[in-house]
């Protein structure tokens, strides 16, 4: 009975910014990578940043340099900060998680991020 839930979307103007949560409970959240996506309509997923540990973060070349992965294992949560954002970022925002290096099969109902022009 995982629970994965995100949230922190919403409507924001060009250059403004917003910090996405991800919690995810019922499993040892300390020894979980967890990776963020997002989806825009009429497009693939697309990968934009994983966290092993707090050392060991990846990103995709759409996300350097604007956004931050971080997560606090006290509150069970990975962050996504979002900075400079641009009308391009309009998506629905979604997190998954990986046990033992097997990724959940499942999604959770993501947020939703919209840029203004």
């Known amino acids: 009975q995982v629970q994965r839930v995100e949230s922190g979307g919403g409507l924001v103007q060009t250059g403004g910014s917003l910090n996405l949560s991800c919690v995810v409970s019922?499993?040892?959240?300390?020894?979980?990578?967890v990776a963020w996506y997002r989806q825009a309509p009429g497009k693939q997923r697309e990968w934009l940043a994983t966290?092993?540990?707090?050392?060991?973060?990846n990103y995709a070349e759409s996300a350097k340099g604007r956004f931050t992965i971080s997560r606090d294992n006290a509150k069970k949560t990975v962050y996504l900060q979002m900075n400079s954002l641009k009308p391009e970022d309009t998506a629905v925002y979604y997190c998954?998680?990986?046990?033992?290096?097997?990724?959940?099969?499942?999604w959770g109902q993501g947020t939703q991020v919209t840029v203004s022009s």
């Open positions: 998954n998680y990986a046990y033992d290096n097997k990724w959940s099969a499942n």
């Open positions: 966290i092993i540990n707090d050392r060991r973060k």
């Open positions: 019922g499993i040892d959240f300390r020894v979980i990578t």
